[in-house]
């Protein structure tokens, strides 16, 4: 089985372009997480949906940050308009929901920047 | 508010030289603490689920270990292919967001 899926790899953008990430989580999932990784701030979760629908959007940094879940196979992150501080290693992860805990399985991350 | 904090931040160690990393958390009723392995440019990648105090899990080289605040990894005569960062993970049973701690680079020196 294919595990999470992420598009771009990486993506060179100039500042204040609108920048779409995309994620196909493992099939049967049915939670997927968004994180943003740096170096000073580590693996930050941005949103969570359960079922494609928004649980926890607290980690979203401003209103340039959305996110999506159209359905269960597909999820995008858009930041519009993008700005060098946005320059980061963004990963999305899957997991089937449980009341014993089931780890989530990443994906290999879209490297951003922003110039 | 949950928390996971990762000691050290770095460690080096000639390979064969025995360790521990160690991962503390606060978190309001554990659900699950989860280890993963990350190498450079990669998405991390799942080791172990520990789910309550005494539990010890193994892979080869590794054995995680959980008490009721804080989870060690042990690495038993370690090898240069173990170099990598090891990052701790916390969900609670009040949702289903996953904690991470910003994980401790490990190199192993042949």
């Known amino acids: 089985d294919a595990g999470v899926i992420q598009s771009p790899r990486h993506e060179v953008t100039e500042m204040g372009q609108e920048v779409t990430l995309r994620c196909k989580p493992i099939?049967?999932?049915?939670?997927l997480f968004w994180y943003r990784q740096t170096m000073m701030r580590g693996l930050e979760l941005l949103i969570y949906?359960?079922?494609?629908?928004?649980?926890?959007d607290s980690g979203m940094p401003e209103d340039r940050f959305s996110a999506k879940m159209p359905n269960a196979s597909f999820s995008t992150l858009k930041i519009q308009p993008s700005e060098p501080r946005d320059s980061a290693v963004y990963f999305c992860?899957?997991?089937?929901?449980?009341?014993?805990?089931?780890?989530?399985?990443f994906g290999q991350g879209t490297r951003l920047t922003v110039v | 508010e949950d928390q996971v904090t990762q000691s050290p931040e770095a460690l080096r160690l000639q390979e064969g030289e025995s360790s521990s990393l160690n991962c503390s958390y606060t978190?309001?009723?554990?659900?699950?603490l989860f280890w993963y392995r990350q190498d450079p440019g990669k998405g991390p990648e799942f080791l172990f689920t520990?789910?309550?105090a005494g539990e010890e899990k193994e892979k080869e080289r590794l054995k995680a270990t959980l008490t009721k605040k804080e989870s060690f990894l042990h690495i038993t005569a370690p090898k240069p292919e173990d170099s990598a960062t090891y990052l701790c993970?916390?969900?609670?049973?009040?949702?289903?967001?996953?904690?991470f701690g910003t994980g401790t680079s490990l190199t192993v020196i042949p």
């Open positions: 992860a899957s997991t089937l929901e449980s009341t014993g805990g089931v780890a989530a399985f």
């Open positions: 993970a916390v969900q609670a049973v009040t949702g289903n967001q996953f904690y």
């Open positions: 099939s049967g999932h049915n939670s």
């Open positions: 949906f359960n079922n494609n629908v928004p649980i926890d």
């Open positions: 978190v309001s009723g554990l659900r699950g």
């Open positions: 520990l789910y309550s």
